[in-house]
């Protein structure tokens, strides 16, 4: 039933290491995101994806890249992890025009 | 860029107190999201507005296009509306979203 979910809920690793998060929606939306929330609770996106294209790319370093099988999932690889990428990652999707985005519940990525 | 303010950043109130939490941004947009961080983490998006004001239950959003500013009202506050609220604008022609810094309020029973 849930509408954006996340995976892994925890993720603790060590630096150098290559992880992947997963997000999958079942709302329908064509628009997902990646923000990233770092330890003072600022919220930056970090990548859009419309029906499986790349529309926002920010500036992120290019040791993560997302990869969209399909549009109802949104998927992030994170190569060379680094102390500096431990966050709260949470994937958003928002099926357009005027209305809310629906977040899922995070990723807290902790690197050691 | 769009610099996106929130006031106060930190609220403390007494149960059944009307709060006020207010978002200034820059450059003109095409919407403005009100959300709400619960303490667990989880994020819930609340309202997205570009013109007036929408209301859902106790919360109230309003928006002034021409003063470059929005405000969150809450009436009849309640514990459980202890969060963080953050302000988000949309800038006209992209997807993307900038946020503001929150607004942590807590209301004491």
């Known amino acids: 039933d849930t509408a954006v979910s996340q995976t892994p809920k925890y993720l603790v690793t060590q630096m150098g290491n290559d992880k992947s998060i997963k997000c999958e929606q079942n709302?329908?939306?064509?628009?997902m995101y990646w923000y990233k929330q770092d330890s003072k609770k600022f919220l930056k996106i970090m990548f859009s994806y419309n029906n499986k294209e790349l529309i926002i790319n920010e500036t992120v370093p290019n040791r993560f890249s997302p990869k969209s099988p399909d549009k109802a999932h949104l998927n992030l690889h994170i190569n060379s992890l680094e102390l500096g990428d431990s966050a709260v990652y949470f994937c958003?999707?928002?099926?357009?025009?005027?209305?809310?985005?629906?977040f899922g519940p995070g990723t807290r990525l902790l690197v050691l | 860029k769009n610099e996106v303010e929130q006031s106060p950043q930190n609220l403390t109130a007494q149960e059944g107190e009307f709060i006020t939490i207010n978002c200034s941004y820059s450059?003109?947009?095409?919407?403005l999201h009100w959300l709400q961080q619960h303490p667990g983490g989880g994020i819930v998006s609340l309202f997205m507005l570009s013109s007036g004001k929408k209301k859902h239950g106790r919360l109230i959003a309003t928006i002034n296009i021409q003063e470059k500013h929005s405000s969150l009202h809450i009436t009849a506050s309640h514990p459980r509306d202890s969060a963080v609220y953050i302000c988000a604008v949309k800038d006209f022609g992209n997807e993307k979203l900038t946020f503001g810094t929150g607004t942590r309020l807590t209301i004491i029973p």
């Open positions: 709302l329908g939306h064509d628009t």
């Open positions: 958003a999707s928002h099926p357009g025009g005027p209305e809310t985005q629906y």
């Open positions: 450059v003109g947009i095409s919407a």
